[in-house]
């Protein structure tokens, strides 16, 4: 079964660009990856999606490899509000394949 | 528009009750989704509805159904509760499936004593 891979944690300084990598090399050619964020004591909150190309949204960008086994969610200006747990999750046909346990992003002023 | 809202917030029961779980989606979303948060076992997806028909479950044991309602608000069930089946549970919705973005609530807080 498909699934995502991701670092435990990562650290980054205000306002400094942050990657956030994701590996899927099992993914299917209708998987939509979707990114999803968590701050403590509240549900996820969507983040972006995208299937083959990249995509921009005001919060963040999404940068998906060629042979889409790999993508990047790109921070561009990390704030001590981005502090977070972040979900990169693969969907087929509505159904969330794997969310994994993400990675917990520390943002220091 | 107001956002995706589950009843109760907070819930305590006892080893071998019954709970149900409700969940109203964004109006005009027709997918919900459940899932389950534990510290061990993270975000696990239980089972999402779409159109009152169940389209796709997770690996969990029977104990655990849901349903959907004409408006498509869902509520899901656990019977013969467990101590592991404490958890956070989140509903999510979304328009249609798969390629949309979807919505949570702030989840339902289920402690099993």
């Known amino acids: 079964d498909a699934k995502t891979t991701q670092p435990n944690s990562m650290e980054s300084n205000e306002e400094e660009p942050v990657h956030l990598p994701c590996n899927h090399s099992?993914?299917?050619?209708?998987?939509?990856i979707h990114w999803y964020r968590q701050l403590p004591s509240q549900g996820p909150e969507y983040v972006i999606h995208g299937l083959t190309s990249n995509v921009n949204n005001r919060m963040a960008s999404l940068a998906i490899a060629e042979d889409r086994k790999s993508s990047t969610l790109i921070l561009h200006r990390a704030t001590l509000r981005d502090a977070a747990v972040y979900y990169c999750i693969l969907i087929r046909s509505g159904y969330a394949l794997n969310f994994g346990k993400g990675t917990s992003l520390l943002v220091t002023p | 528009k107001a956002g995706v809202t589950q009843t109760p917030r907070y819930l305590i029961k006892t080893r071998g009750q019954q709970v149900t779980l409700s969940c109203s989606p964004i109006s005009g979303h027709r997918s919900v989704s459940w899932y389950q948060q534990t510290p061990g076992q993270g975000l696990q997806f239980l089972f999402e509805?779409?159109?009152?028909?169940?389209?796709n479950k997770g690996n969990f044991p029977g104990r655990f159904s849901g349903r959907q309602f004409s408006n498509s608000r869902s509520e899901m069930n656990v019977s013969t509760l467990e101590l592991g089946d404490s958890a956070l549970y989140l509903c999510a919705s979304s328009l249609y499936r798969g390629r949309d973005e979807q919505y949570f609530g702030p989840g339902t807080r289920l402690t099993v004593t």
């Open positions: 099992t993914i299917s050619g209708t998987d939509y």
């Open positions: 509805y779409f159109s009152e028909t169940q389209r």
